[in-house]
């Protein structure tokens, strides 16, 4: 398994302004994911960070509002910016531990109020 | 991402029953399937994957998977009030995994 840690738990930020979230995994895994949760709603796929590349984004996700950083195999951070009131959710990352009949875990959260 | 639908809830089931959560998918290449289990403000904690046609059992757990029918479930025996949860079917496809809505598990004591 993998235990994942997020940095900050919860902010409460202002409208234009930018939040960097940052990921941590106990191990090397083969792939990481950003995910964002909107209050009673299920999960959405946002990007696959790549190590050492640009992620790939999934369709309504840009690099200019999420970009993303994954500089090892252990580690990976997500910007949201220019915020505004639409982008208030709980942003998730997640690690898979191997290809593709690998577990996938997730890290406990980031919940973003903006304002 | 690949469609993913569960059975409407919410669902209740007294202590020690059986609750059966069911979950079909429309991409009949799609390799690996898990389920999650969400307490309310919380993040999804990982019960089982399994990649196979059949039955996988984790303890109280069984995942069963029907490949040609694009189906997949999950039975929770002796349901516990502790298992009282959103449970997420997430289904893999070119490694990224595409979430069902959720159903909601209420186990009555």
């Known amino acids: 398994s993998a235990v994942i840690s997020q940095k900050p738990s919860r902010d409460i930020c202002q409208r234009g302004t930018s939040l960097t979230i940052q990921c941590q995994v106990d191990?090397?895994?083969?792939?990481m994911f950003w995910y964002r949760q909107q209050p009673g709603q299920s999960l959405t796929l946002i990007a696959t960070a790549n190590q050492g590349s640009e992620a790939t984004y999934e369709s309504g996700f840009v690099i200019d509002k999420f970009p993303i950083s994954r500089p090892n195999l252990t580690f990976s951070t997500l910007t949201v910016s220019n915020m505004s009131p639409e982008d208030s959710s709980i942003y998730l990352c997640?690690?898979?531990?191997?290809?593709?009949?690998?577990?996938?875990?997730f890290g406990p959260g980031t919940r973003l109020t903006v304002l | 991402q690949k469609e993913v639908e569960q059975n409407s809830g919410p669902l209740s089931v007294p202590e020690g029953a059986i609750a059966s959560l069911n979950c079909t998918y429309s991409d009949r290449g799609s390799q690996s399937f898990f389920w999650y289990r969400q307490y309310s403000g919380k993040s999804p904690e990982l019960i089982m994957f399994i990649y196979s046609n059949g039955d996988k059992e984790d303890g109280r757990f069984t995942a069963q998977l029907n490949k040609a029918s694009q189906y997949v479930s999950l039975l929770i025996r002796d349901s516990q009030p502790s298992d009282s949860a959103t449970y997420l079917c997430a289904v893999d496809g070119d490694y990224k995994l595409s979430f069902g809505a959720g159903t909601t598990v209420t186990v009555r004591a």
């Open positions: 191990s090397q895994v083969t792939m």
């Open positions: 997640s690690a898979r531990t191997s290809g593709s009949l690998g577990e996938q875990f």
